[in-house]
């Protein structure tokens, strides 16, 4: 079992919907989250980091977290064709040291 | 910006050859990571530092070491390097100690084996 899976998509939203990305973790014992936007060509970029059970809001971004589940989750509301690009589920798995361990990514586009 | 460089930023070489790259910061952060990126798998851990001297494996460490001997620089190097070690590969770094253990990326290294 991967330690971090997500849906590879490609998931496909129009233009003004919420797109929805889903990730479910291995670790019961891990402690952060993170939702990172790549775009093609680039780096990964922070948009949303979790570290408690329930929603964490920030603009159109709201981050779910469900420890019970080890499930995490993105809404991004009112999607803009500026939401395109591969998002990125991320968790600290703590096993002694911090390791930073990425799913494999969802490829979003928004069509205008 | 944070302070993170990774050098080359481009890179073919031939299969069989060692290959150095390298990771620099300015921001005293005590994690390094690296990670490579290919189709479909995300970005994948291939070792990483949690202090000078510290360190360790990833989910794909086979035929690569890593060094870390000053907390600013994070070696990756390919002992031999084969074709399927084609790939973008990323550092990162972070610290646990700020409130939002977030990691910051490079801006990647693009390695050709030919």
């Known amino acids: 079992q991967k330690e971090v899976e997500q849906n590879s998509g490609p998931l496909s939203v129009p233009e003004g919907a919420i797109a929805s990305l889903n990730c479910t973790y291995s670790?019961?014992?891990?402690?952060?989250f993170f939702w990172y936007r790549q775009y093609s060509g680039k780096s990964p970029e922070l948009i949303m980091s979790?570290?408690?059970?329930g929603d964490k809001e920030d603009g159109r971004f709201t981050a779910q977290l469900n420890k019970a589940s080890q499930y995490v989750s993105l809404l991004i509301r009112d999607s803009q064709p500026s939401d395109s690009a591969t998002y990125l589920c991320?968790?600290?798995?703590?096993?002694?040291?911090?390791?930073?361990?990425f799913g494999q990514g969802t490829r979003l586009t928004i069509n205008p | 910006d944070a302070g993170i460089t990774q050098s080359p930023r481009h890179k073919v070489t031939e299969t069989g050859t060692p290959v150095t790259l390298r990771c620099h910061q300015t921001?005293?952060?005590?994690?390094m990571y690296w990670y490579r990126q290919d189709p479909g798998h995300g970005l994948r851990l291939i070792h990483y530092?949690?202090?000078?001297?510290?360190?360790d494996k990833g989910e794909v460490s086979d035929g690569y070491s890593v060094s870390r001997s000053k907390t600013e620089d994070f070696l990756l190097t390919l002992e031999s390097a084969t074709s399927s070690q084609t790939s973008v590969y990323f550092c990162?770094?972070?610290?646990?100690?700020?409130?939002?253990?977030?990691?910051?990326f490079g801006q990647g290294t693009r390695l050709t084996v030919v």
């Open positions: 670790d019961r014992g891990s402690q952060s």
């Open positions: 979790i570290y408690s059970n």
């Open positions: 921001e005293n952060h005590r994690y």
């Open positions: 530092s949690y202090g000078v001297k510290d360190t």
């Open positions: 990162a770094i972070s610290d646990p100690t700020i409130p939002t253990g977030r990691a910051f």
């Open positions: 991320a968790v600290n798995l703590i096993q002694g040291a911090q390791k930073l361990v």
